[in-house]
Nanobody, 123 residues
Framework: QVQLVESGGGLVQAGGSLKLSCAAS????????VGWFRQAPGKEREFVAS????????YYADSCKGRFTISRDSAKNTIYLQIIMLSPEDTAVYYC????????????????WGQGTRVTVSS
């Protein structure tokens, strides 16, 4: 059983940056992939980025390439999502999720979820 806890969200002005964290516990993430998703009000949960824990290969949604960076710290068992040049369109609850095996982009393919951290970007 993998427990995930996100943090780092908050209110930020457009043009600013944030670094979200996802702390994992309960099970080694070796052999797992961890993804970040976001859900804006009234919209479906959408894939942002994912990373293979063992090899570190990262994948991004086309709409997120360039402003989002996913990374991991194996020693801290933590995954990060750095976001720069934030815009009001980035306002959403951001979730991290884990699954054994290769990365996936659909929420239903992930087995473990955090509670989410809210990001609000003011114009």
């Amino acid at each position: 059983q993998v427990q995930l806890v996100e943090s780092g969200g908050g209110l930020v002005q457009a043009g600013g940056s944030l670094k979200l964290s996802c702390a994992a516990s309960g099970h080694t993430l070796r052999g797992y992939s961890v993804g970040w998703f976001r859900q804006a009000p009234g919209k479906e949960r959408e894939f942002v980025a994912s990373i293979e824990w063992t090899g570190g290969s990262a994948y991004y949604a086309d709409s997120c390439k360039g402003r989002f960076t996913i990374s991991r710290d194996s020693a801290k068992n933590t995954i990060y999502l750095q976001i720069i040049m934030l815009s009001p369109e980035d306002t959403a609850v951001y979730y991290c999720a884990a699954r054994p095996g290769a990365v996936a982009t659909r929420p239903q393919h992930y087995d473990y979820w955090g509670q989410g951290t809210r990001v609000t970007v003011s114009s």
